[in-house]
């Protein structure tokens, strides 16, 4: 193992860390809204609604995610980092709606009927009252994309993104030395994911025993 | 009707000859680490499960880091890095060890996991009723916990099936990289391919979606 790899090109590693994350934080925050926000249509009562959500979810998480990435990358002029983020993004809205649907389903019939019943619609209903219950629910499974957000972050390399992976190959091209580059990437990333799936499933041991 | 254009220049019986020609490279890489990655993450988390000490620690840690990197790292690694230490792999081959090394490690966790949700009372209730460990594991727990498993299972086939597509990055001639070839002759033509290559993608995830949503019905 060849120290010097990582201490020569530290700074290298460390602006690629923090595309990483950055992308990965963007990403997330994005495709929350967006994935609540279909999660929601696909719920709503109204038929039009539930079927764009369904043809979204449906559609997006069953192509890979580098065919987005390439398509947001090609299709519109924006950076490599741009379409990158914007393509793990629609892709994970779609993982995140399937997960807060399922948070949202899970909370007793019941609930929607005494909140409209006591003069709330539909919209504040949901808001003040099935939101609130479903994203504890949910909370592990969000977990869990975050994750795979920041491993498919890597796939910003691809185009050009910055992150983890690309400046790893930078460092690569000017050192010849493969296995040490990509060893110290891959400890970049489990300092990133091995921490998070830990908290992960703290969570999902809590929550199965406050049930 | 302009736009229309390159669609037609991009759907020609040839072009979707060769996009098939990719599709089935795909598919091959795909199924052939499917039932590489199903075996070794079956025997990895029986193992697990089984908690033979040492083995079982070690293990654990080999499948908490490999599901924790990027799929695309350890492509690039069994791809350039192994040459360095001797290992040196064709494309098709470098692929599809990259995938069933990822995969096996989560399969290995829906495996372990699976097992571990049947209740203990089964284990004890056939180990004496004069049951040997491995007979009740194969006899008791193992067909109980694999009608759990089969869903999680299925949807990480799904995940290989579009991860394979990373492996155009060193350059498999799968279904992405043979669209890739067709939309790099004219930069109009990267709409038509992208809406072709999902497609086909999405058709075979869809249905091997929905199939799976069916076993889960049968189950509950």
Redesign the interface.
């Known amino acids: 193992m060849d120290f010097s790899v990582l201490t020569n090109n530290m700074d290298a590693f460390l602006e690629g860390f923090k595309t990483t994350i950055i992308a990965s934080l963007i990403a997330l925050v994005c495709s929350f809204i967006l994935g609540t926000l279909i999660a929601v249509m696909r719920i709503a009562p109204l038929k039009a609604l539930n079927w764009i959500g369904t043809v979204y979810v449906e559609f997006i998480r069953n192509i890979p995610v580098l065919v987005i990435v390439f398509f947001t990358y090609l299709a519109f002029t924006f950076s490599g980092m741009t379409a990158g983020t914007i393509g793990l993004t629609v892709y994970t809205a779609s993982f995140i709606a399937e997960a807060i649907r399922a948070g949202i389903m899970s909370v007793p019939k019941g609930q929607m009927e005494a909140a409209r019943s006591s003069g709330l619609s539909y919209g504040q209903a949901m808001r003040f009252v099935i939101l609130p219950q479903a994203i504890k629910i949910v909370i592990p499974p969000l977990g869990n994309q975050f994750i795979n957000l920041v491993k498919n972050s890597s796939l910003l390399g691809i185009v050009a993104g910055g992150d983890l992976m690309y400046q790893g190959d930078l460092v690569n091209a000017k050192t010849f030395a493969y296995v040490d580059t990509y060893v110290f990437v891959a400890l970049f990333y489990l300092v990133l994911t091995i921490p998070l799936s830990f908290g992960v499933g703290y969570l999902e041991k809590r929550l199965a025993r406050s049930n | 009707m302009d736009f229309l254009k390159p669609f037609i220049e991009v759907y020609t019986p040839d072009h979707l000859k060769f996009l098939l020609q990719g599709f089935l490279v795909t598919l091959k890489v795909a199924a052939i680490s499917i039932v590489l990655s199903f075996i070794i993450g079956a025997i990895v988390g029986t193992l697990r499960y089984a908690k033979i000490p040492v083995l079982s620690q070690i293990l654990a840690v080999l499948v ?2 490999l599901r ?6 350890i492509i ?2 069994t791809y ?2 192994l040459p ?2 001797g290992i040196e792999m064709e494309i098709t081959t470098a692929a599809i060890a990259a995938l069933t090394v990822f995969e096996s490690a989560m399969l290995s966790e829906i495996i372990r996991s699976g097992l571990n949700s049947i209740e203990k009372g089964q284990t004890e209730a056939g180990r004496s009723s004069g049951l040997s460990y491995v007979q009740t594991l194969r006899y008791i727990v193992l067909p109980q916990a694999l009608r759990r498993m089969v869903p999680p299972i299925v949807s990480q086939f ?1 995940s290989l099936l ?5 492996a ?2 060193i350059a498999l001639p799968d279904l ?1 990289h043979n669209g890739q070839i067709i ?1 790099a002759q004219k930069e109009s033509y ?2 038509p391919v ?1 809406i072709i ?2 497609l086909m ?2 058709i075979v ?2 249905a091997l ?1 929905l199939a799976a949503r069916r076993l889960e019905l049968k189950q509950s």
Do not use: H
Request: aromatic share 24%; net charge negative; no cysteine.
């Open positions: 908490e880091i924790n990197l990027p799929l695309l790292l690039f690694f350039f890095a360095e230490l799904i579009k991860d394979t597509s990373l155009v990055v992405l939309y990267v709409a992208f290559v999902a993608y999405f995830n869809y979606s």
